[in-house]
């Protein structure tokens, strides 16, 4: 088991209700792709969001992986930023913002020799070649809020009430999950027979049921499916290499687990 910084707080999962309204945005090129969420996401009324981005290019695009620890007490850390240039293109990317703009990004992409590569996407150094439509969720009633966290020593989301702002939507819940969950049978109990799973996070190393292992100490993922319970996921560890399949526990958390469930009536 890995040993974090700080004290481990109580509180091991974190819901909070809100709405989800189905979106479709437009992200402008030319300003970086933070900045196209946030004017997009806020000229459809909404503060919070879950946004999926599939099959757009970029003039360029940054991104960093998980590394080891950088010896002050947290389990792991992350890499150099690695920048692709003009032909680079995000394949799959899942992302989170939150209040006042802040953004969690996983995805899978590729550089403009078609090489599949992964991480967490520095938005703020990603420029779009192009005007494109995306799928959205926004987020009524609740936020995920980016603050220090004492137990794991980084800067993490949890989301936080809000006051709604609209009618109708889809009920949800916006879930935070702690350190050392197994995350499968953590969201088995979480979710309604019908619920929807989106979000990302770290594990403490990725096990697949059709895909060789990922080490730990800390593989990013983002959630690309579900069916019977199951869950299929992209991962990146330290090497780099982007795997995807369906996981076979255990598979447990290791700095948090960031997620919208969306209820379906």
């Known amino acids: 088991m890995l040993i974090h910084p700080g004290p481990a707080d109580p509180q091991r999962v974190r819901t909070v209700a809100c709405r989800a309204h189905p979106l479709r945005l437009l992200l402008r090129a030319g300003v970086p792709l933070d900045r196209a969420i946030a004017q997009a996401v806020r000229a459809a009324g909404f503060g919070a969001a879950w946004l999926s981005l599939r099959d757009l290019p970029c003039d360029r695009l940054a991104f960093v992986i998980p ?109 935070r999950l702690r350190p050392h969950l197994d995350l499968v049978p953590t969201l088995r109990r979480l979710a309604r027979p019908r619920s929807r799973i989106l979000g990302l996070g770290s594990l403490i190393g990725t096990r697949f049921a059709d895909a060789a292992p990922l080490p730990g100490p800390a593989t990013e993922i983002l959630i690309t499916g579900q069916a019977g319970g199951q869950l299929r996921i992209a991962s990146v560890g330290e090497g780099g290499d982007a795997r995807q399949g369906w996981l076979l526990g255990p598979n447990r958390v290791c700095i948090t687990a960031e997620l919208l469930l969306i209820d379906a009536p």
């Open 67 to 175: 590394a080891p620890p950088p010896g002050d007490g947290r389990v792991a850390y992350y890499s150099r930023t690695h920048r692709l240039g003009a032909g680079a293109r995000i394949v799959m990317a899942g992302l989170h913002l939150g209040q006042g703009g802040a953004i969690h990004a996983h995805g899978l992409w590729t550089d403009r020799t078609g090489t599949v590569r992964m991480g967490h996407l520095r938005p703020e150094e990603t420029f779009l070649s192009r005007n494109v439509q995306i799928e959205a969720w926004g987020i009524d009633g609740a936020a995920f809020c980016r603050g220090p966290d004492s137990e794991t020593g980084f800067a993490l989301f949890t989301p936080r009430a809000q006051r709604r702002r609209h009618r109708g939507g889809q009920a949800a819940r916006l879930v």
